[in-house]
Structure formats: C-alpha cells, structure tokens
C-alpha cells in the first residue's frame, strides 16, 4: 500500500469571516423588519459588549 503523506489543511478563515458578515446582515435586517430599529440598536450594543468581553479575556 502507497502512504500518502498529510497535507496542509486549507485555510478557510475568510471564508468563516464572509460568512459569519452575511449570517449578521440576515439577523439584523430580519430583527429590522419585524421589531424595527431599535431591536437592531440593542442588538448591536449587545453584540458589541460580548465582543469587548471576549476580547479583555483573551488579553488578560
């Protein structure tokens, strides 16, 4: 039996980012056309308060 040595793995990380933009846009615009801005607004914010959580944690 041949061996086939392991390549290496492709790198797919803007294809998760383009695609975690695209999921985003559908959830806000979907939350936009049901409860209006400012579902949207509060949305954002706490998304954005996860983020900086996250990212304080990551730093240390």
Do not use: I
Not at 28 to 49: D, E, K, S
């Amino acid at each position: 039996m041949k061996r086939h040595t392991m390549g290496r793995a492709p790198d797919y990380t803007v294809a998760a980012l383009v695609t975690a933009g695209v999921n985003l846009f559908c959830l806000l615009l979907a939350l936009r056309l049901t409860l209006g801005w400012p579902a949207v607004a509060l949305t954002a914010l706490l998304l954005n308060h996860l983020l900086d959580r996250l990212a304080r944690r990551r730093r240390g």
